[in-house]
């Protein structure tokens, strides 16, 4: 949008209409649970039954947890579920599966259509694993939405329970700034994520995931909205030492972090111009100058496209 750096982020307000018919987007942001909202424990693993019922679920919590063995075939970049659903998908506060499976369908305005989990699990495989989804009635999206079932066994229907999504964040201070950001990243997170960002390896797979470039969630997931990275970052990093940072210093690190190019947005095509008025009327960075570039314009392909 071209709108100076500093200056953007916390007050640009998300008020994109999204495209009707716009199917499984997961860059939306979640309504706002109320505080009255009833708390939940998940069943501990030692429960997990027996039997088919039993093994399809293991599968869809190994999927979640490795979600690298769908490398190629379904993802396409080097991220697992986990890393953005902290413990499993099962710590409050960081977009727990079971908060999730209870709530859907459910139907959304902002792109007039009632999505179901299939489309939202189908959306993260799309934006934050940079990959192409599974189908519906797969082996894979069955195991999935097993695991999520599972996890959620007892809870109310239709009730929002308190831990979903991630907590919203106050409002910064001071606005946002990519070079206090990054300050702030080096001192608190490239210990882990590198001092490149682009994660650290072990035996060949991610033992901290890449928080930019090639491997990273993509220009249209969910995370890359200063709102919903500095909501996540808040209650979950550093990973261990969560609500550590100040709110100002987590509006400032997720601001940093989503200014560096990552993989291109599916529904790009072509014209970096139009898909940033089409689909990124909210808070980030694509499309917007920085050293002289347009943010997008050098945007990683999507291996599997
Ligand atoms: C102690 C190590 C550690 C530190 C320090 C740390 N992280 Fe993380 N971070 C992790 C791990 C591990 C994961 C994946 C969690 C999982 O899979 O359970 C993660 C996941 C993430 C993710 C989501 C996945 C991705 O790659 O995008 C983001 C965003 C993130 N961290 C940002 C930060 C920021 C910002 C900081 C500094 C304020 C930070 N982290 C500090 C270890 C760390
Ligand atoms: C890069 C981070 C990231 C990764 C990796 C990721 N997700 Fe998500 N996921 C999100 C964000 C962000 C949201 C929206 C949460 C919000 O806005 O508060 C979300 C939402 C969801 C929801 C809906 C939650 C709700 O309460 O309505 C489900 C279900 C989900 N993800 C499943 C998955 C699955 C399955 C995978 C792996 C195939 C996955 N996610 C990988 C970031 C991620």
């Known amino acids: 949008m071209n709108r100076p750096l500093h200056l953007i982020a916390a007050l640009v307000l998300c008020s994109t209409a999204l495209q009707a018919g716009q199917a499984d987007d997961d860059q939306e942001e979640l309504p706002d649970t109320p505080n009255s909202a009833p708390g939940f424990t998940p069943p501990a693993e030692s429960e997990l039954p027996d039997g088919p019922f039993g093994e399809m679920v293991r599968y869809g919590r190994d999927l979640f947890v490795n979600t690298q063995q769908l490398r190629g075939r379904f993802v396409g970049n080097g991220l697992n579920c986990v890393n953005c659903h902290i413990d499993a998908g099962r710590r409050a506060d960081s977009a727990p599966l079971w908060a999730a499976y209870t709530m859907y369908p459910a139907y959304r305005s902002k792109n007039d259509r009632v999505n179901t989990l299939t489309d939202r699990i189908q959306g993260c495989f799309r934006y934050s694993m940079n990959g192409a989804p599974p189908p519906s009635g797969s082996r894979e999206l069955s195991a999935l939405l097993s695991y999520h079932y599972w996890l959620a066994r007892g809870a109310p229907v239709g009730v ?146």
């Open 160 to 305: 929002a329970l308190a831990g979903r999504g991630y907590p919203k964040l106050d409002t910064p201070p001071s606005a946002p700034d990519i070079g206090r950001g990054r300050q702030v990243f080096e001192a608190q997170c490239a210990f882990c994520h590198g001092d490149d960002g682009q994660g650290r390896k072990a035996e060949g797979a991610y033992a901290f995931p890449p928080l930019w470039g090639r491997d990273s969630y993509n220009w249209g997931a969910g995370m890359h909205r200063i709102n919903t990275a500095a909501a996540f970052i808040h209650a979950n990093m550093p990973l261990g030492r969560p609500e550590s940072l100040s709110v100002q210093q987590a509006w400032d690190v997720a601001t940093f972090i989503n200014s560096r190019e990552r993989p291109q947005d599916p529904r790009h095509e072509g014209d970096l111009q139009e898909t940033d008025a089409a689909y990124h009327a909210h808070q980030c960075h694509y499309g917007d100058e920085l050293d002289g570039q347009l943010l997008g314009s050098r945007a990683h392909p999507n291996p599997l496209q």
